[in-house]
């Protein structure tokens, strides 16, 4: 049986795993990645929005993916209280992919990097060597074995999630029912969504003509739903049918049998135990209404690769290294599911069926955003303190490629510890408001390290985040 050796081994050769080994072979790491699928493979997940941007530059992939015939879009056609809005998207247009494309862009990204790449193969059986070490042994396609060696082991095997675990679902169960169309009635790059009775509906038109029209429904109905229907075919057509924003696809062709994935949320429980750790689906899967799968899971591998660079290579600091891991993936979980809580629960106001209610999270004062408006600055003369309550906590982050300690702010309103203020320190700045003072003051002080204009924005946001208050009296 041949043999290989490498510091790392990736299970999945998708965004994620992809993404990992791309990552850890930038910093010198060598890496096996197995994949069981030959690529390019089609795969769901079309529409991407264009905060992926700054992670493509991370990964120097931006300009090679800008420039594939992939189709961009700015806006989105949104019916989901009633009416039809046409919502424009903040931020850089994003992008309606070829998921078969961008898939193989990503792994011939770490192919060139350097990365072993056994494809299609899969892992039949995964054992641990001593404390420090995985041995698996690999079956090619053609019957082939092959026996990988490593040190650390990465699954990135999306909701299978090879190395099993204990999984919590974070939303209501829920069913994709989606197939592909060409020549569909429908026009423009938007991204399609819909509020039905007891569904949503999502459809993106793709590069070449093509258009990926899908139904959202609970799990608990679809058998009653699909005997009723007489087959899988009626019953997607009835509900394509349905949707005002979708139902042009019915006068084109559907170049793809109908296909059911799960699609209800949940997370591991254990995303990192010792040497070996989940990415992307593996660890957990967000609601496929914020159309941001795919930059979750490039975002969690990057994450993932300093990960696991500092346990490698400063193993003194992989509590820590663990601790800013799981911590960024409860996050993600609460951020991406309370947004689609509330954005379900405006649906339920239309709708008051079963299916909005149980997905719905009303929203509540501590969930509201920070005004993009930010409030009116104090005069100069005005004095500030730092306010009532607030604190400092040390948090871990990722810096130069490791993760390393860092001290945060802490407020009573804002849940998440404020770490940069216009990328400087925040603990620095506010330790050094140890008195009320004026803001002529404080920004005198500031300016000592940076620049009178970063200080006033630095002053404004410090306001805006109640880090600081105004002593209203002085005004």
Not at 42 to 71: A, K, T
Not at 277 to 303: C, M, N, R, Y
Request: charged share 20%.
């Amino acid at each position: 049986m041949k043999q290989l050796h490498a510091q790392v081994c990736v299970l999945g050769g998708g965004p994620a795993g992809a993404t990992t080994a791309l990552r850890l072979l930038m910093r010198g790491h060598s890496v096996i990645l197995v994949e069981k699928a030959s690529f390019p493979r089609p795969h769901i997940g079309e529409s991407i929005i264009g905060g992926v941007l700054p992670l493509l530059d991370v990964l120097e992939l931006r300009q090679e993916i800008e420039q594939e015939s992939f189709l961009r879009t700015k806006a989105a056609f949104v019916r989901w209280t009633g009416a039809t809005e046409y919502r424009e998207l903040t931020g850089a247009n994003g992008f309606q992919v070829d998921r078969a494309r961008f898939d193989h862009l990503l792994l011939r990204s770490a192919c060139k990097g350097g990365a072993q790449i056994l494809q299609p193969a899969r892992a039949v059986e995964i054992n641990k060597t001593g404390e420090h070490g995985w041995a698996l042994s690999v079956q090619a396609a053609d019957g082939d074995s092959v026996r990988v060696e490593c040190s650390f082991l990465v699954d990135a095997t999306g909701r299978a999630a090879t190395l099993g675990g204990k999984r919590t679902r974070t939303g209501a169960p829920t069913l994709a029912l989606y197939a592909y169309w060409q020549d569909a009635d429908i026009r423009g790059t938007e991204t399609r969504v819909e509020a039905g009775q007891s569904e949503w509906f999502w459809g993106a038109p793709l590069p070449q003509g093509q258009f990926n029209a899908t139904a959202f429904l609970d799990t608990s109905r679809f058998a009653k739903d699909l005997a009723d229907a007489g087959s899988l075919d009626k019953l997607y057509a009835r509900l394509i049918g349905s949707s005002d924003l979708l139902a042009g696809c019915l006068k084109g062709t559907r170049i793809t049998p109908v296909q059911v994935c799960d699609a209800t949320c949940n997370c591991d429980e254990a995303p990192l135990t010792g040497n070996s750790i989940k990415v992307g689906e593996a660890a957990f899967s967000i609601d496929p209404l914020s159309s941001q799968g795919v930059q979750t899971a490039i975002g969690s591998a990057l994450h993932a690769g300093a990960v696991i660079h500092t346990i490698m290579e400063r193993p003194g600091d992989a509590l820590l290294a663990q601790e800013f891991y799981i911590e960024r993936q409860r996050r993600s979980v609460a951020l991406h599911g309370s947004a689609a809580g509330q954005f379900y629960a405006e649906a339920a106001k239309i709708h008051p069926t079963e299916f909005w209610q149980r997905r719905s999270i009303p929203s509540s004062p501590a969930d509201m955003p920070i005004p993009s408006q930010p409030s009116l600055m104090p005069t100069p003369q005005c004095l500030v303190r730092v306010s009532p309550g607030v604190y400092f906590q040390t948090v871990p982050i990722v810096e130069d490629a490791y993760v390393i300690p860092a001290t945060a702010v802490v407020t009573r309103e804002i849940k998440e510890p404020t770490i940069f203020l216009e990328g400087i320190k925040a603990s620095q700045l506010i330790e050094m408001v140890d008195v009320p003072m004026t803001c002529e003051e404080l920004v005198r002080r500031w300016t000592t390290s940076i620049p009178a204009q970063q200080a006033l924005k630095i002053l404004r946001q410090a306001l805006d985040l109640k880090i600081l208050c105004v002593e209203k009296s002085s005004c």
